[in-house]
């Protein structure tokens, strides 16, 4: 089975990546590790090979075809492709986006190291660098595949990292990817949300719960940083009472 992994900046995508490789027998294919290597060769940041990037498309293209071919020549392997758009190039793939709190995100990298190619002064530097490196990589997204990165319905499964450990993220990733299989890779999005990140700050997480997500009438919209609760917010509290790690949302 092929799954596409993809999310916010620092969502955690490289951690449950190595989860399902050490522990599932996933192999990774990380196109992030190829930018990387090209910001580095070139001794550029990340961000300034996201600009160059606008302007001369060849290493997309690089990336995209060695994807695509990766996933035609080997249809029963078991791999994790870890790039931002491998889900619009791998003919068949369970859709997953990562998204995280941008603060939550800026407070990740900043403590993380990263290498000459990624370096933050401060948190704060951080979070602005982060939210410039997303506008950026959403202009190049649309300007050269006419694609939404940052539009839900594109993903079958959108999980928030943002305070959940990485080995249960990896577990909710597996069994809704099994699901998804045994649907006939039916095409439906499902958005689980933490209920801390959706305003109950109180909110714990069960060393054994329940269920994994609370389903019912939750719609949330989007706020300049975040996510706010429009209707069901009760059922988002009764998931935070009973430690049920997330709510699933309309949004």
Same mark, same amino acid.
């Given at each position: *089975?092929?799954?596409?992994?993809?999310?916010?900046?620092?969502?955690?995508?490289?951690?449950?990546?190595?989860?399902?490789?050490?522990?599932?027998?996933?192999?990774?294919?990380?196109?992030?590790?190829? #930018?990387? %290597?090209?910001?580095?060769?070139?001794?550029?940041?990340?961000?300034?090979?996201? #600009?160059? *990037?606008? /302007?001369?498309?060849?290493?997309?293209? *690089?990336?995209?075809?060695?994807?695509?071919?990766?996933?035609?020549?080997?249809?029963?392997?078991?791999?994790?492709?870890?790039?931002?758009?491998?889900?619009?190039?791998?003919? =068949?793939?369970?859709? +997953?986006?990562?998204?995280?709190?941008?603060? +939550?995100?800026?407070?990740?990298?900043?403590?993380?190291?990263?290498? &000459?190619?990624?370096?933050?002064?401060?948190?704060?530097?951080? %979070?602005? #660098?982060?939210?410039?490196?997303?506008?950026?990589?959403?202009?190049?997204?649309?300007?050269?595949?006419?694609?939404?990165?940052?539009? !839900?319905?594109?993903?079958?499964?959108? @999980?928030?990292? =943002?305070?959940?450990?990485?080995?249960?993220?990896?577990? +909710?990733?597996?069994?809704?990817?099994?699901?998804?299989?045994?649907?006939?890779? %039916?095409?439906?999005? /499902?958005?689980? *949300?933490?209920? %801390?990140?959706?305003?109950?700050?109180?909110?714990?997480?069960?060393? &054994?719960?329940?269920?994994?997500?609370?389903?019912?009438?939750?719609?949330?919209? /989007?706020?300049?940083?975040?996510?706010?609760?429009?209707?069901?917010?009760? @059922?988002?509290?009764?998931?935070?009472?009973?430690?049920?790690? !997330?709510?699933? +949302?309309?949004?």
């Amino acid at each position: *089975m092929h799954i596409t992994l993809t999310g916010n900046l620092g969502s955690g995508k490289s951690t449950i990546c190595k989860i399902l490789e050490t522990e599932h027998h996933y192999e990774i294919y990380s196109t992030g590790k190829v #930018q990387r %290597k090209l910001a580095e060769d070139l001794g550029i940041s990340v961000l300034e090979m996201n #600009q160059l *990037m606008c /302007k001369d498309h060849k290493y997309d293209n *690089m990336i995209d075809d060695t994807t695509a071919k990766i996933s035609r020549e080997n249809p029963d392997k078991a791999i994790v492709f870890d790039s931002r758009l491998a889900w619009n190039f791998v003919e =068949t793939s369970f859709k +997953v986006f990562l998204s995280v709190s941008l603060h +939550v995100a800026a407070d990740r990298v900043y403590g993380d190291n990263r290498g &000459n190619v990624e370096k933050y002064s401060s948190a704060e530097d951080a %979070k602005q #660098q982060l939210k410039l490196r997303a506008q950026t990589e959403d202009i190049r997204y649309k300007d050269i595949y006419n694609l939404d990165y940052f539009n !839900f319905l594109n993903y079958n499964l959108i @999980l928030d990292s =943002t305070y959940c450990t990485p080995d249960l993220l990896s577990k +909710v990733i597996l069994e809704e990817a099994e699901k998804y299989k045994n649907n006939g890779d %039916k095409k439906e999005t /499902k958005i689980l *949300m933490s209920p %801390k990140r959706l305003g109950i700050e109180e909110a714990t997480m069960s060393a &054994n719960p329940e269920k994994l997500y609370l389903e019912g009438d939750i719609v949330i919209e /989007k706020t300049e940083d975040d996510y706010k609760v429009i209707r069901g917010m009760e @059922l988002v509290k009764q998931a935070a009472e009973k430690g049920i790690p !997330f709510v699933s +949302v309309s949004l």
